[in-house]
C-alpha cells in the first residue's frame, strides 16, 4: 500500500561528504517535490519536477540538486552537506499543480 | 510575502474537549487551502482540503474546517477530541500560480 517512498529513513553522512536522497512513488503523479523540514518549522519548498521539467526556488542553495531519471524516482543530491543541513528531508507527489499532496515518511539527515 | 500563520504552537486538551486550531494567510486572490496532520512517527497525510463550494469542509475522523474569506482564515475544528488525535496539525495554503506555503505547525496534545 505504499505510495510515497523513502529510502533510506536515516541517513547519516560525514560533514562535506556527498549524500543522495532517493524517494519512489506509485501513484504516477506528474509532480514530485522535495522539502526541508527543520525542527519545529514548517516544511521548506527546495524544488519540484513537473514530469521533467525543473523548478528551482529562488533561495534554494546551490550545494541541492535533484534528478528525476523517469516518472517513479526522484533524488535529492546534496553536494557538500554541512551542519547546518541537518533536517527530515519530504518528498511529496501530487497529480498536478495545486492539487493535494501525498508525503512520504522522510528521510533524517544527520551531518557529523 | 505570502504567509500563513498558527498562532497556538502547543494545545494541551483532555479527551472529549472541543478543538479549534486557528489558521490565517495573508494572500488576497484566490487560494486552495488544506489541513495536514503528522501523528507521532508517522508521515503527513491530508485532513481535509478546500478548493471552491461549501466553506465549511468535512475531513476525515471528523475534523472539519470552515474558510472565511474575509477573515483570511481556514480554522480546524473538531467537537470531541480523542487521545489518539495527539499529532501536530499543520495548515498549507497554495496562492494560485506560487507554491504551497506551510504555517508552522501546532502540537496537539490530548490527555487520556
Known amino acids: 500500500d505504499a505510495m510515497v517512498i523513502q529510502n533510506p529513513r536515516y541517513q547519516v553522512t560525514q560533514f562535506g561528504k556527498p549524500v543522495t536522497l532517493s524517494c519512489s512513488q506509485t501513484l504516477n503523479h506528474n509532480v514530485m517535490y522535495w522539502y526541508q523540514q527543520k525542527s519545529s518549522q514548517a516544511p521548506k519548498l527546495l524544488f519540484h519536477?513537473?514530469?521533467?521539467?525543473?523548478?528551482n526556488e529562488a533561495d534554494t542553495p546551490d550545494n541541492f540538486q535533484s534528478r528525476r531519471p523517469n516518472t517513479s524516482f526522484c533524488f535529492l543530491d546534496i553536494r557538500s552537506p554541512g551542519l547546518g543541513d541537518a533536517a527530515m528531508y519530504l518528498c511529496?507527489?501530487?497529480?498536478?499543480?495545486?492539487?493535494?499532496?501525498?508525503f512520504g515518511p522522510g528521510t533524517r539527515l544527520t551531518v557529523l | 510575502a505570502q504567509s500563513v500563520s498558527q498562532h497556538n504552537h502547543h494545545v494541551i486538551l483532555s479527551e472529549a474537549a472541543s478543538l479549534e486550531l486557528g489558521c490565517n494567510y495573508s494572500y488576497g486572490g484566490t487560494v486552495n487551502l488544506f489541513w495536514y496532520v503528522q501523528y507521532p512517527g508517522q508521515h503527513l497525510q491530508l485532513l481535509l482540503k478546500y478548493f471552491s463550494g461549501d466553506p465549511l469542509v468535512k475531513g476525515i475522523k471528523g475534523f472539519e474546517a470552515e474558510f472565511i474569506k474575509s477573515k483570511f482564515s481556514f480554522n480546524l475544528r473538531k467537537p470531541s477530541v480523542q487521545w489518539s488525535d495527539t499529532a501536530e496539525y499543520f495548515c498549507?495554503?497554495?496562492?494560485?500560480?506560487?507554491?504551497?506555503?506551510f504555517g508552522s505547525g501546532t502540537r496537539l496534545l490530548v490527555r487520556p
Open positions: 498549507a495554503v497554495k496562492p494560485s500560480s506560487y507554491k504551497l506555503i
Open positions: 511529496a507527489t501530487s497529480r498536478d499543480i495545486g492539487r493535494e499532496q501525498f
Open positions: 519536477y513537473y514530469d521533467k521539467d525543473f523548478n
